[in-house]
């Protein structure tokens, strides 16, 4: 029995709670409490986590929350789920307006216990909440609110607050408030912190120290029996679809619908299949789910929109048929029951994916159909990862900002990592400047934050509809850009039964959308792109496929050209092979030794060489999982598909190890030896960690097909839409110089041609105005309204524009087509006075001369370094010509040269270093991956954790960059493993390294 009722407060406290909530439940739990009552400040974030988890343990979960109210913070303690409601009416009201009026308190206050620990307004609460209102009794001044509450007639309650749970968290919780107020910790004031005794305490003592105030103890009695939250258990909460037929029969109607048009010469098959997704549909409960989201994307076709569903989804027949997927789950050989089973208690998943561009325009759709009150953004919780947790400790230690600058950027890579900061030492030289025991301390006192959350972000595209307002579930709160997101991520969702469609702005999308658009122009409106072009394959097979949709990153450029893809199937197994864990498991290898004829295909069991023989025998697919299952097991396909997301998903172990006996008893069964049968389990187990869902994977080779044939027959086209939507693996430099390669001219922005992005002209590429940087929106509108221009002048007159802008403009070209000298126009700028006040009728013209002056000053013209710095610092890429033609000493090679050497050969090559990508590594250190640029190609270099370390300053510093390692050809991935990286002599006056 609890003598008292601890009020904690758990790490969604943001930046001063030090315990999740799951942390404090086990641990009162341990300390022998029956009860806790968890009340965060403002938000009830872990009201869903701490339930389910006292639940499980078995002891009784009371939830309230701290209000910020205009009689100050009062803690409010839900009775029932009724009472939950309004707490959370509350709390929204605070997020959304600011401090809580009484007369709202008042509106909702049914089935609410009210505690304060103040005296003023404890008569007007008492009025309020009548009997539901106690004096809370804790560690400040507990004997003046005692005879207070007793003069007064009323009701105490011993609810101490527990603001950390260990008495060592103390300093933890100081220095999370020293960085929510800006503090240092060394004059962080006692107001700003809770008190050092927060801490939860021994029963006994808490007997101790409430034994004067027995009253006290008897209220916090009263609070815990008078509780009883009981979350209703429900299951998919869909919002309620206003149509006036049948929704199922609606459902079937627009499905046969779309089949008809979808497939031409549609068999029995299809129709049967159909039907049977429809009654499973039904059975499950998910006839509604699939109006809206077919809704959402008819939407879409409706605005000309581009809308792709994705994910195990492309597996449903019904998908296909209301237009949500875009690949024939019939022919690509797709299983409905990796999306939806009869066994599946969880909503199906349908991501969408919308060009990125119209994305607001779909929500705002959702938005307006469903009801403000009942729509809403799904929450994200950002954690202290390791490298924030270092600078906002140094910085409330006193650090300034280049020394805390000098001490995240001089850690190896491996502290932040691993987050631990022990296995590797402290660079000297840190040492040095800031002190051993100083860096000790804040590394130590780093550790402890992470993975605290730190503050609320927005999910990339989750949201949630709801038949009764959101408030009736969750708390809702606005985040930093306005929207109204919920109080819950997508975990804490999915425990209270909310459904998330994703809806999310793809940019590769736009990129596919944009090549439609402009092909159609030239082909006709009929225009689709065939899945059996020749040449298209002819790219992929080259593996030239920079830009192209999922497969231009080095290690999938290289499994084409391995693959040589030959239809869709090809792409979709690229795009499952390519995934981690095939590599870390070996499963990658031995497929391709076996696509290859270095190694035998061979089966786990004679019954499995159907399932496994366009992957060779190894397990790559997760519908494998499903089918193999079945024909070992003699599983059904919903039974299969739990083991499948038994052995996929973190699942309960008596769940795991109970499918895993009918496994082997199934196999038994079914003929099966169990020598045999235990290994194909063991092979599946090892398949968690890499295998993919063909259905996705499918998905994304229909996309890559597309996004190939544009590449492939209209690459001005295909390379204009790239940089104009920012889409793709690289950054835009890679993707000019990759134009470059294709004969495609690229051209800085140009005054009278240039739109606001990225757009092709005469077959020549010119760079969007808004590339330039420190140019205002209202300057780049007025130069899109205003032209043609006839000079700067004309420009100067007509634009309302800076100086700094002006001049911005001039040395990154965007005058070149009016006047090729830039200096030149630098020269007639400063001499027409713009630094005073001007009138349009004294500017100069075409042909004005500085007064007194016959000709103009012999001019020392742009270089072409001062050319590429220009673009460089101005548009953060280079234009006008690739930057290694400006280097005296750079020879380009030929690649193949170097990749035909054998391997482990030692290779020295120089390039332009274009991009870079870092990974963890299964001990959690960090390598990085490199890819660098000669003339006329790209190639590869690894660098591991440890030479990672010696060269991390060297790789973010400079660009152009000389590489000794050895050639590795594993897998036929030709790249380069980097011993030594330096940086290369220009050869040019005006810099030495770049």
């Given at each position: 029995?609890?003598?008292?009722?601890?009020?904690?407060?758990?790490?969604?406290?943001?930046?001063?709670?030090?315990?999740?909530?799951?942390?404090?439940?086990?641990?009162?739990?341990?300390?022998?409490?029956?009860?806790?009552?968890?009340?965060?400040?403002?938000?009830?974030?872990?009201?869903?986590?701490?339930?389910?988890?006292?639940?499980?343990?078995?002891?009784?979960?009371?939830?309230?929350?701290?209000?910020?109210?205009?009689?100050?913070?009062?803690?409010?303690?839900?009775?029932?789920?009724?009472?939950?409601?309004?707490?959370?009416?509350?709390?929204?009201?605070?997020?959304?307006?600011?401090?809580?009026?009484?007369?709202?308190?008042?509106?909702?206050?049914?089935?609410?216990?009210?505690?304060?620990?103040?005296?003023?307004?404890?008569?007007?609460?008492?009025?309020?909440?009548?009997?539901?209102?106690?004096?809370?009794?804790?560690?400040?001044?507990?004997?003046?609110?005692?005879?207070?509450?007793?003069?007064?007639?009323?009701?105490?309650?011993?609810?101490?607050?527990?603001?950390?749970?260990?008495?060592?968290?103390?300093?933890?919780?100081?220095?999370?408030?020293?960085?929510?107020?800006?503090?240092?910790?060394?004059?962080?004031?006692?107001?700003?912190?809770?008190?050092?005794?927060?801490?939860?305490?021994?029963?006994?003592?808490?007997?101790?120290?409430?034994?004067?105030?027995?009253?006290?103890?008897?209220?916090?009695?009263?609070?815990?029996?008078?509780?009883?939250?009981?979350?209703?258990?429900?299951?998919?909460?869909?919002?309620?679809?206003?149509?006036?037929?049948?929704?199922?029969?609606?459902?079937?109607?627009?499905?046969?619908?779309?089949?008809?048009?979808?497939?031409?010469?549609?068999?029995?098959?299809?129709?049967?299949?159909?039907?049977?997704?429809?009654?499973?549909i039904q059975k499950t409960g998910f006839v509604d789910y699939f109006l809206i989201v077919g809704d959402i994307v008819q939407y879409c076709r409706r605005q000309n929109i581009t809308a792709v569903g994705r994910g195990s989804a492309a597996g449903s027949l019904v998908s296909y048929s209301l237009g949500i997927t875009e690949v024939d789950p019939i022919k690509e050989n797709l299983y409905f029951e990796r999306f939806l089973n009869e066994a599946r208690s969880d909503c199906p998943d349908i991501d969408l994916d919308i060009d990125w561009r119209y994305r607001d325009d779909v929500l705002d759709y959702v938005y307006e159909k469903y009801g403000r009150e009942h729509v809403a953004m799904m929450a994200t919780f950002t954690r202290f990862r390791?490298?924030?947790?270092?600078?906002?400790?140094?910085?409330?230690?006193?650090?300034?900002?280049?020394?805390?600058?000098?001490?995240?950027?001089?850690?190896?890579?491996?502290?932040?990592?691993?987050?631990?900061?022990?296995?590797?030492?402290?660079?000297?030289?840190?040492?040095?400047?800031?002190?051993?025991?100083?860096?000790?301390?804040?590394?130590?006192?780093?550790?402890?934050?992470?993975?605290?959350?730190?503050?609320?972000?927005?999910?990339?595209?989750?949201?949630?509809?709801?038949?009764?307002?959101?408030?009736?579930?969750?708390?809702?709160?606005?985040?930093?850009?306005?929207?109204?997101?919920?109080?819950?991520?997508?975990?804490?969702?999915?425990?209270?039964?909310?459904?998330?469609?994703?809806?999310?702005?793809?940019?590769?999308?736009?990129?596919?959308?944009?090549?439609?658009?402009?092909?159609?122009?030239?082909?006709?409106?009929?225009?689709?792109?065939?899945?059996?072009?020749?040449?298209?394959?002819?790219?992929?097979?080259?593996?030239?496929?920079?830009?192209?949709?999922?497969?231009?990153?080095?290690?999938?450029?290289?499994?084409?050209?391995?693959?040589?893809?030959?239809?869709?199937?090809?792409?979709?197994?690229?795009?499952?092979?390519?995934?981690?864990?095939?590599?870390?498991?070996?499963?990658?290898?031995?497929?391709?030794?076996?696509?290859?004829?270095?190694?035998?295909?061979?089966?786990?069991?004679?019954?499995?060489?159907?399932?496994?023989?366009?992957?060779?025998?190894?397990?790559?697919?997760?519908?494998?999982?499903?089918?193999?299952?079945?024909?070992?097991?003699?599983?059904?396909?919903?039974?299969?598909?739990?083991?499948?997301?038994?052995?996929?998903?973190?699942?309960?172990?008596?769940?795991?190890?109970?499918?895993?006996?009918?496994?082997?008893?199934?196999a038994a069964n079914n003929g099966v030896e169990n020598k045999t049968a235990v290994k194909i389990l063991k092979q599946l187990r090892q398949f968690a960690s890499f295998g993919f869902c063909k259905a996705h994977a499918a998905t994304y080779g229909f996309l890559a097909l597309q996004s190939a044939y544009f590449k492939t027959h209209y690459p001005a086209i295909f390379i204009t839409a790239v940089l104009r939507n920012g889409g793709g693996y690289y950054s835009s430099a890679v993707y000019v110089a990759e134009a470059r390669r294709l004969g495609i001219t690229v051209l800085p922005p140009d005054l009278n041609i240039s739109e606001k992005y990225d757009s092709l002209h005469d077959s020549q590429i010119y760079l969007g105005l808004n590339r330039?940087?420190?140019?205002?929106?209202?300057?780049?509108?007025?130069?899109?309204?205003?032209?043609?221009?006839?000079?700067?002048?004309?420009?100067?007159?007509?634009?309302?524009?800076?100086?700094?802008?002006?001049?911005?403009?001039?040395?990154?070209?965007?005058?070149?087509?009016?006047?090729?000298?830039?200096?030149?126009?630098?020269?007639?700028?400063?001499?027409?006075?713009?630094?005073?006040?001007?009138?349009?009728?004294?500017?100069?013209?075409?042909?004005?001369?500085?007064?007194?002056?016959?000709?103009?000053?012999?001019?020392?013209?742009?270089?072409?370094?001062?050319?590429?710095?220009?673009?460089?610092?101005?548009?953060?890429?280079?234009?006008?010509?690739?930057?290694?033609?400006?280097?005296?000493?750079?020879?380009?090679?030929?690649?193949?040269?170097?990749?035909?050497?054998?391997?482990?050969?030692?290779?020295?090559?120089?390039?332009?270093?274009?991009?870079?990508?870092?990974?963890?590594?299964?001990?959690?250190?960090?390598?990085?991956?490199?890819?660098?640029?000669?003339?006329?190609?790209?190639?590869?270099?690894?660098?591991?954790?440890?030479?990672?370390?010696?060269?991390?300053?060297?790789?973010?510093?400079?660009?152009?960059?000389?590489?000794?390692?050895?050639?590795?050809?594993?897998?036929?991935?030709?790249?380069?493993?980097?011993?030594?990286?330096?940086?290369?002599?220009?050869?040019?006056?005006?810099?030495?390294?770049?």
């Amino acid at each position: 029995m609890n003598c008292v009722l601890p009020v904690f407060r758990s790490s969604f406290s943001l930046l001063s709670g030090t315990a999740a909530p799951e942390e404090i439940v086990q641990q009162t739990n341990l300390s022998g409490y029956l009860t806790f009552l968890l009340a965060d400040k403002n938000n009830l974030y872990g009201c869903y986590d701490s339930y389910y988890a006292a639940l499980d343990i078995g002891i009784k979960p009371i939830i309230g929350v701290v209000l910020t109210t205009e009689v100050g913070e009062l803690t409010l303690i839900c009775q029932n789920h009724n009472g939950f409601k309004n707490l959370s009416r509350l709390v929204t009201e605070y997020q959304l307006h600011g401090a809580v009026s009484i007369n709202t308190v008042d509106r909702y206050q049914e089935d609410i216990i009210c505690l304060s620990d103040k005296i003023e307004n404890a008569e007007k609460l008492g009025i309020i909440f009548e009997n539901r209102f106690y004096i809370q009794i804790g560690y400040n001044y507990p004997a003046r609110l005692y005879c207070f509450a007793q003069k007064n007639n009323l009701k105490t309650a011993a609810c101490p607050q527990v603001s950390f749970l260990y008495e060592k968290d103390y300093e933890t919780h100081r220095l999370l408030r020293a960085i929510k107020n800006g503090y240092l910790l060394d004059n962080i004031p006692p107001s700003a912190t809770a008190g050092k005794e927060e801490y939860l305490k021994e029963k006994d003592w808490y007997n101790n120290f409430f034994t004067s105030f027995p009253e006290a103890i008897k209220g916090a009695q009263e609070i815990i029996e008078q509780t009883d939250l009981v979350f209703p258990e429900r299951k998919n909460i869909l919002p309620n679809i206003q149509i006036e037929k049948d929704h199922l029969e609606q459902l079937k109607r627009d499905s046969i619908t779309g089949l008809k048009k979808r497939v031409k010469d549609s068999t029995g098959f299809y129709f049967a299949r159909l039907e049977y997704e429809l009654s499973v549909i039904q059975k499950t409960g998910f006839v509604d789910y699939f109006l809206i989201v077919g809704d959402i994307v008819q939407y879409c076709r409706r605005q000309n929109i581009t809308a792709v569903g994705r994910g195990s989804a492309a597996g449903s027949l019904v998908s296909y048929s209301l237009g949500i997927t875009e690949v024939d789950p019939i022919k690509e050989n797709l299983y409905f029951e990796r999306f939806l089973n009869e066994a599946r208690s969880d909503c199906p998943d349908i991501d969408l994916d919308i060009d990125w561009r119209y994305r607001d325009d779909v929500l705002d759709y959702v938005y307006e159909k469903y009801g403000r009150e009942h729509v809403a953004m799904m929450a994200t919780f950002t954690r202290f990862r390791p490298r924030l947790a270092v600078r906002e400790t140094a910085k409330a230690f006193g650090l300034s900002p280049d020394e805390i600058n000098k001490l995240t950027k001089s850690l190896p890579r491996m502290i932040m990592g691993n987050q631990t900061g022990e296995s590797e030492t402290i660079p000297t030289k840190i040492i040095k400047e800031l002190g051993q025991e100083r860096c000790h301390k804040i590394l130590t006192m780093a550790k402890r934050l992470s993975g605290l959350p730190r503050h609320l972000g927005i999910h990339s595209g989750g949201i949630v509809i709801t038949p009764e307002p959101l408030t009736d579930y969750i708390p809702l709160e606005r985040a930093t850009k306005g929207l109204v997101i919920t109080q819950c991520d997508m975990y804490q969702a999915e425990k209270i039964g909310l459904v998330k469609i994703d809806i999310l702005g793809q940019r590769g999308l736009a990129v596919i959308a944009d090549c439609y658009k402009e092909v159609r122009k030239l082909k006709g409106d009929n225009f689709k792109v065939p899945e059996d072009d020749k040449k298209t394959f002819e790219l992929l097979q080259s593996g030239k496929t920079i830009g192209v949709f999922q497969i231009e990153s080095p290690g999938l450029r290289a499994l084409l050209r391995d693959l040589a893809p030959r239809e869709l199937n090809d792409i979709t197994l690229a795009l499952a092979l390519i995934r981690p864990g095939a590599s870390e498991s070996g499963m990658k290898k031995i497929f391709l030794n076996r696509f290859h004829g270095k190694e035998k295909t061979e089966y786990p069991h004679p019954k499995l060489s159907g399932i496994l023989k366009e992957t060779f025998g190894v397990f790559i697919y997760q519908e494998q999982v499903i089918l193999a299952a079945q024909k070992i097991a003699g599983f059904n396909l919903p039974a299969s598909d739990l083991l499948r997301w038994a052995i996929t998903k973190k699942r309960k172990k008596r769940e795991k190890e109970k499918l895993e006996k009918r496994f082997l008893d199934g196999a038994a069964n079914n003929g099966v030896e169990n020598k045999t049968a235990v290994k194909i389990l063991k092979q599946l187990r090892q398949f968690a960690s890499f295998g993919f869902c063909k259905a996705h994977a499918a998905t994304y080779g229909f996309l890559a097909l597309q996004s190939a044939y544009f590449k492939t027959h209209y690459p001005a086209i295909f390379i204009t839409a790239v940089l104009r939507n920012g889409g793709g693996y690289y950054s835009s430099a890679v993707y000019v110089a990759e134009a470059r390669r294709l004969g495609i001219t690229v051209l800085p922005p140009d005054l009278n041609i240039s739109e606001k992005y990225d757009s092709l002209h005469d077959s020549q590429i010119y760079l969007g105005l808004n590339r330039v940087r420190d140019i205002t929106y209202e300057v780049l509108n007025q130069a899109e309204q205003n032209r043609p221009f006839s000079s700067l002048a004309d420009f100067i007159s007509r634009v309302e524009i800076s100086e700094h802008e002006t001049e911005q403009l001039i040395r990154v070209g965007f005058f070149d087509s009016l006047e090729r000298s830039r200096a030149k126009l630098f020269w007639m700028y400063r001499l027409s006075g713009h630094k005073g006040t001007r009138r349009k009728d004294d500017l100069f013209g075409n042909d004005v001369l500085a007064p007194k002056m016959k000709m103009l000053p012999s001019l020392k013209q742009f270089n072409r370094y001062e050319i590429f710095k220009a673009e460089k610092d101005i548009l953060k890429l280079t234009a006008s010509f690739h930057p290694l033609t400006l280097f005296t000493d750079f020879e380009n090679v030929n690649l193949n040269n170097i990749y035909n050497q054998p391997d482990k050969s030692p290779v020295s090559i120089s390039g332009w270093r274009a991009d870079s990508k870092r990974i963890k590594t299964r001990s959690g250190r960090w390598m990085v991956f490199l890819t660098f640029e000669t003339l006329d190609d790209t190639f590869e270099v690894i660098l591991f954790p440890d030479t990672y370390i010696l060269y991390s300053e060297i790789i973010r510093s400079f660009r152009y960059l000389q590489v000794e390692g050895i050639l590795n050809r594993e897998e036929s991935n030709p790249a380069i493993v980097a011993k030594k990286i330096s940086t290369v002599p220009t050869g040019l006056q005006e810099v030495r390294y770049v």
